[in-house]
């Protein structure tokens, strides 16, 4: 089973809003709120990158949901935070793990398959024909 235990962002976006203002966005991985991240206006019509970080406890997949959703905003024109579709720097990474079942160490195999042999061995003797004594 694949399991998701953090995720890093690195996404570009354009400033422009107005300064003294600012968007929240939540980060929702499979349904679950994972962390959040604020962008503060700077009312320049740049491209910029907001980068961030979150660790959290396990959320299984084995097909997962990325969601960056806006949680506040100002109200009025005050103008906004873009997300290009085709900005070449955007991007977030998963921190996935696999759950293995655990494997036995080759000691335990020789402890299983020992008497395994043994009985074998014994069963094949009784199966051989005898033969008789000759005086």
Not at 49 to 74: C, E, Q
Not at 87 to 94: K, R
Request: aromatic content about 12%; charged content about 20%.
């Amino acid at each position: 089973m694949n399991f998701i235990t953090g995720i890093d962002l690195s996404l570009v976006y354009r400033d422009a809003l107005m300064i003294g203002y600012s968007q929240a966005y939540d980060v929702i991985i499979n349904g679950v709120t994972v962390g959040g991240f604020t962008i503060a206006g700077g009312d320049d019509f740049l491209y910029k990158t907001a980068t961030n970080s979150f660790a959290f406890a396990p959320i299984t997949g084995p097909d997962d949901t990325v969601l960056f959703k806006l949680s506040s905003a100002p109200a009025g024109a005050v103008g906004n935070i873009g997300w290009p579709w085709d900005s070449v720097g955007s991007g977030f990474s998963i921190n996935d793990e696999a759950e293995f079942a655990s494997v036995p160490e080759p000691g335990t195999f020789s402890l299983l398959l020992g008497p395994a042999f043994a009985g074998l061995c014994v069963l094949r003797r009784k199966k051989q024909p005898r033969e008789r004594e000759r005086h």
